[in-house]
């Protein structure tokens, strides 16, 4: 990147001076998005990990940066000498700031996440964020008032390097080797780096400014220009969030899958903005029919390959930031107006965010935000005729008979998706409509209107329809800061799912059927099993903690003169198990249940010591891992309010991670014994589902009576040189199940 920029500056301005520049923004760029990670990690114990949680993190960073982008832009009307003497003070200023973490703001209960979150990232390292924020397009604008009208564009693709870099090394390398007291110093030494490579930069500029070195020259942008900068920023930021949401509630919840298309978006900007265009010019050309195989796919939610999915939603996000970002370069103005330029994008982007995170989960109860920003991006996207043959068909008379056949064809698909066999066109076997689809749409590609009317129809067919029947179905489908729930109606069960993780089953019919316990609770699961010994090992009055509350499954081995209390997060949940009547767990059983709402740590912390018996921890967002939940610190919480003959009982069933050391690991630090059961229910039991459990006690006499109930229960196993997860340092990287789906 260095290189690409010498090449287009003036002779005034030698390698070295050219390089200070470039490793002062690749230095900046890898702070601002090596810290995005880590203060949510930092955040885990007081906010959990749900995927909304990133969400409303990435709003603030947006935010913050469309902030440090309107102060750059500002400052250009500055000579360049006093534009660095106002950013160093600026940074000195955010320096008091370090060493970065989080502020000891006590949010009030009541408070949504979605404004306690914003809050609480914006006063820990809003100004150390906003700081950063303004290096990229500043010092951009500094290199070309040095190198006397250098242009400054390559060094944007060398920004989004430096920005790509310092996210992937988050989860891949500072995660896994330093505790987060270590990642907060290596972050705040980094920060007066960059203080030192800015006043090296402000040594180089002009000491007596010309009037046009500040003021710009050029044309400035119509309206329209302007707003369509805005646009093809909008819908690449919106479709990341959504991209990040889509995926972990309808394919697969695995934590790392949160970084994965911020790190793609990044690298869109770094091929969009590069000196040599080949790779930019060919990706462009390929994203239409990307956009138009893959888009309907996606909202098929075929979850049979969910990792294959998971790669065509990603593989979707990068050719669409790469098109329409290369488009944004195509249509960059002078490096004079270059701060308006990358405002425009910063709002475009900042927007994108409010749309995706704040917008569409209050005004959507599904993910409807992702086909829209399909379909936007496919009205976007520049397109090319395939071949001449093709655009002499839509130029020439023909194109009254193509319009003509595609719309008797997708006529004649509709009404086969609808009526037509179910083995050819019905709900999962849509493969010939999906060679039809593909065959026309490759014949659009280049004409926008026939192509945005096939891009709907595709949208529609696979998968759009489905989503818009539970939509008007009511209570079939809630949407709340937390995910997606889905009340599914089959013969004889009534099923909540929340993405694609099923999260209670309910039997229909008799009243004997509806208060049997189902799926991980069944009565020969491990939790099932700890519930029939509560007399024996407590006596009729035993206490009883479940963190997760579901759709109340576990509220049907309460007995008279128990006590019994739920641990929830998230009020959607708790209407759906108590008011709604679509689950009747707790009417039936547990009329006047005790449910605490809010995160279960913080509400466990303020119990009475050893006031449980039985203790649950069901706390799963779809598969997602609420690490906060698992750390020697959550275990001490635990301990505290369990009694010492008590059982704490942790369901750590997962399709993608192995958090059997992480258990074993917090058990041997905090003096726990431990078992655990494999459960894999009879074909005789067709509505319990396979789970692992783990039982801890200090007391080592309630475990042995539940091998005396069943041989199955076995010693967990600690893995060597395993340390235990601690609010301080976790890291999921050596838990993945890298085999399976």
Known sequence: M??????????????????????????GSFLLFLVQPMVAR??????????????????????????????AHALGALKPRAQAAIHLGVLLVAAAWLPIGLVALDLPATLTPALGVPLLLGASIGPLFFAIAAQAPLVQRWFALSSRGGDPYALYAASNVGSFAGLIAYPLLVEPL???????????????????????????????????????????ASRRRVLHWI???????????????????????????????????????????????????LLTRVAPITVLLFGGVMIGGFNAQPLINVSMALLLLFMVSVALHTHLYRLRPAPDRLTGFYLAMALGGALGGVFAGLIAPVLFDWTYEYPLLIFAAGLLVPQVYLTARIRDLWWGNGKFAAY????????????????????????????????????????????????????????????????????????????????????????GVRELDHGTTVHGIQLKGSPARERTPTTYYARGSGVGQAMELLDALYGPHARVGVVGLGTGTLACYAKPGQQWRFYEIDPAVVRIARDTGQFTYLHDCLPRPTIRLGDARISLSHDTPASLDLLALDAFSSDAIPMHLMTAEAFATYARVVAPDGL????????????????????????????????????????????????????????????????????IHARPGFAAWTDDYSTILPLLKWRQH
Request: hydrophobic residues 55%; neutral net charge; proline residues 6%.
């Open 231 to 281: 646009a093809l920023s909008l819908v690449p930021s919106g479709l990341m969030l959504a991209t990040s949401t889509y995926i972990t509630t309808d394919i697969v919840a695995m934590p790392l899958l949160w970084v994965l298309p911020l790190g793609l978006y990044l690298l869109s900007f770094t091929i969009a903005f590069a000196a040599r265009r080949e790779t930019a010019d």
């Open 178 to 220: 330093m505790a987060l007291h270590g990642q907060s110093w290596l972050w705040s030494g980094g920060y007066l780096l960059v203080i030192a490579l800015v006043l090296a930069c402000a040594t180089r500029l002009p000491r007596a400014a010309v009037a046009a070195h500040v003021l710009p020259t050029s044309a400035p």
């Open 404 to 491: 003509g056949a595609i719309g008797v064809a997708l006529l004649i698909l509709f009404v086969l998706t609808f009526a037509g066999p179910q083995d050819l066109f019905g709900e999962g076997h849509q493969g010939m409509a999906f060679i039809v689809i593909a065959g026309i749409g490759l014949v659009s590609v280049g004409n926008k209107l026939p192509y945005a009317i096939i891009l709907a129809a595709a949208l529609t067919l696979f998968g759009g329809y489905r989503s818009v029947a539970l939509s008007w179905e009511s209570g079939a489908r809630t949407r709340s800061y937390f995910g997606v729930y889905t009340v599914r109606e089959r013969p």
């Open 648 to 715: 704490l009982l942790v369901h750590i069933s997962n399709r993608f991670l192995d958090l059997e050391p992480v258990v074993a690991a917090a058990a041997h630090d905090g003096g726990w014994s431990a078992l655990q059961l494999m459960y894999r229910p009879s074909p005789l039991e067709p509505d319990a589902s396979a789970s692992q459990w783990i039982a801890l006690s200090r007391n080592p006499n309630a475990l042995k009576a539940l091998k005396a109930l069943d041989t199955d229960w076995a010693p």
């Open 2 to 27: 260095a290189d690409s920029a010498a090449a287009n500056g003036a002779g005034t301005m030698g390698r070295g001076g050219r390089a200070l520049f470039v490793l002062t923004i690749l230095a």
């Open 42 to 71: 930092m955040a885990l114990p007081r906010l959990g990990g749900a995927p909304a949680v990133w969400n409303s993190a990435m709003l603030v960073y947006q935010t913050l940066l469309l902030g440090g982008y309107a102060y």
